[in-house]
T-cell receptor, first 111, second 114 residues
């Protein structure tokens, strides 16, 4: 059975700190890894990673994939209160379209 | 585009009652997914459709759950009879490109079964 595990489960930091969120996966015929941000309602897409070692970056957020060690990290620098959310990691595999999600990391930024 | 539209936003019902959740995907998207989210288990895929055809329903918990997609712009998830353990937020999501994995989620239907 495909599995995605995220750590930590929750994290509380002060505004301005840098955080690293972790995601490991065990997926048959792995295709891609995705990061989503969920604030109060629906998850919204952040990144999709398919190749090892290539960093994806969007503003203060960046992510990288290691297909040998089967994990990904999401970094957020100079955190702001608006970064408070649940960050979800998901993996896909070849042959179907479904995403297997981790349980998420709940990030809280204290002003 | 209005995005993925789900209804109702909130539903409170009593055990044993039938519950129907509805979803309108983004126009032109050809894949539709139903997920359930709980604190304990996170986001779990229940079923997904491609071009209105159910592709994988292995995540549907049991026979009490059923889903249909009669056309490209509408899907329903039905629970009959409902039980307290079905209480969760049910998300519908759609996607355009089966190769990107990028899903567009609705705002969810929060179900409480008493």
């Amino acid at each position: 059975e495909d599995k995605v595990v995220q750590s930590p489960l929750s994290l509380v930091v002060h505004e301005g700190d840098t955080v690293t969120l972790n995601c490991s996966y065990e997926v048959t015929n792995f295709r891609s890894l995705l990061w989503y941000k969920q604030e109060k309602k629906a998850p919204t897409f952040l990144f999709m990673l398919t190749s090892s070692g290539i960093e994806k970056k969007s503003g203060r957020l960046s992510s990288i994939l290691d297909k040998k060690e089967l994990f990904s990290i999401l970094n957020i620098t100079a955190t702001q209160t608006g970064d408070s959310a649940i960050y979800l990691c998901a993996a896909t595999n070849f042959g179907n379209e479904k995403l297997t999600f981790g349980t998420g990391t709940r990030l809280t930024i204290i002003p | 585009d209005a995005g993925v539209i789900q209804s109702p936003r909130h539903e409170v019902t009593e055990m044993g009652q039938e519950v129907t959740l509805r979803c309108k995907p983004i126009s032109g998207h050809n894949s539709l997914f139903w997920y359930r989210q709980t604190m304990m288990r996170g986001l779990e895929l229940l079923i997904y459709f491609n071009n209105n055809v159910p592709i994988d329903d292995s995540g549907m918990p049991e026979d009490r759950f059923s889903a249909k997609m009669p056309n490209a712009s509408f899907s329903t998830l039905k629970i009959q009879p409902s039980e307290p353990r079905d209480s969760a937020v049910y998300f519908c999501a759609s996607s355009l490109n089966r190769n990107t994995g990028e899903l567009f989620f609705g705002e969810g239907s929060r179900l409480t079964v008493l």
